[in-house]
């Protein structure tokens, strides 16, 4: 599953304190987990990749291939993805482009 987010138009603090609004922290002192095992079949591969480039979109790719279950967010700081190839730079990786 890929999310995109384009965050466009703002400056990157009022990015920073509109994406830290959504965030739940809580600390438990007293977490313990007996089987490292257990815990990763209970948790889905969450990651972010930062830039919707050329690199971030083959990151992607190969994340959700490899990792079954695996969700990625992408945040892109202009209004349309894909970096340089808006220019006509092709990326290095053919399964990519």
Not at 60 to 87: C, N
Request: aromatic share 12%.
């Amino acid at each position: 599953m890929l999310f995109l987010h384009m965050a466009h138009h703002t400056s990157p603090i009022r990015r920073a304190c509109f994406f830290l609004r959504k965030i739940n922290c809580s600390i438990q002192r007293h977490a313990y987990v007996t089987d490292s095992r257990q815990a990763r079949q209970r948790a889905p591969f969450h990651m972010a990749v930062v830039g919707a480039g050329p690199a971030g979109f083959y990151t992607a790719h190969r994340v959700l291939s490899k990792i079954q279950d695996a969700r990625v967010d992408m945040f892109e700081r202009w209004p349309t993805p894909f970096g340089l190839t808006r220019y006509g730079v092709a990326p290095d990786h053919a399964e990519v482009r």
